[in-house]
């Protein structure tokens, strides 16, 4: 199959593990990012950007691994407004482009990746949000359409990610409860190959 992961960033991020994976069952394989640093230069947000690449590609699966880390907030007491907005737009906003696109160019299947759903922190409301907001676009495509399969996959923080790593610096955390990334490459697998029912979220 052909598959584009957004959010392919690095060499450590969730989506090149799970891309890297993909490869060596046999899968063709884009990586997509702001950077292009691993493959097409694509803004998530963009409309223009990502029709043209998926028009171009024209993938059966796409993977969305795109994210940015917000750290610890609080209402009345928030800092970041710009990450923040962009964590938002990311996840929340750039999903929704996937899965228009997905619809209008005939993609079979849109699989979102993101966190935990419910609140595990209080500090981390905005985390929990755009998971939230992920889920409920899934559930949404569902109802609308027989047209795109769309999958969440909710996966716990992932050892030697990206994203650990920056938690850890910007929070001062010592550890964290990290899990293998061959646990979330197994999932997408099983996903691809239609275990799973059009709409589940999917927890490791």
């Known amino acids: 199959m052909k598959i584009i992961v957004f959010g392919a960033s690095s060499k450590t991020s969730i989506g090149f593990y799970v891309g890297e994976y993909l490869k060596k069952l046999g899968h063709t394989v884009v990586y997509a990012s702001r950077s292009g640093g691993l493959g097409e230069k694509c803004d998530i947000n963009e409309y223009r950007q990502v029709y043209a690449l998926l028009n ?10 795109a994210g940015v880390f917000t750290g610890l907030e609080l209402i009345g007491q928030l800092k970041d407004f710009s990450i923040i907005k962009d964590s938002v737009f990311v996840k929340c906003y750039g999903s929704l482009l996937l899965a228009d696109i997905s619809v209008k160019l005939g993609v079979n299947t849109l699989i979102v990746i993101g966190g935990h759903t419910e609140p595990c922190d209080s500090g981390f ?8 907001a992920m889920l409920s676009l899934v559930k949404s495509i569902v ?21 650990v790593k920056e938690a850890m610096e910007r929070e001062s955390a010592k550890s964290l409860d990290a899990h293998d ?19 589940s979220r999917i927890r490791i």
């Open 56 to 65: 171009e590609y024209k993938p059966d699966v796409i993977v969305n691994a």
């Open 143 to 163: 109802k609308q359409t027989r047209a795109l399969e769309a999958y969440y996959l909710e996966i716990p923080a992932i050892k030697n990610s990206s994203m």
């Open 125 to 132: 409301f905005i985390y929990n949000m755009v998971n939230n």
């Open 181 to 199: 990334a061959v646990d979330v490459c197994k999932i997408v697998e099983d996903v691809i190959n239609g275990k799973y029912e059009s709409g």
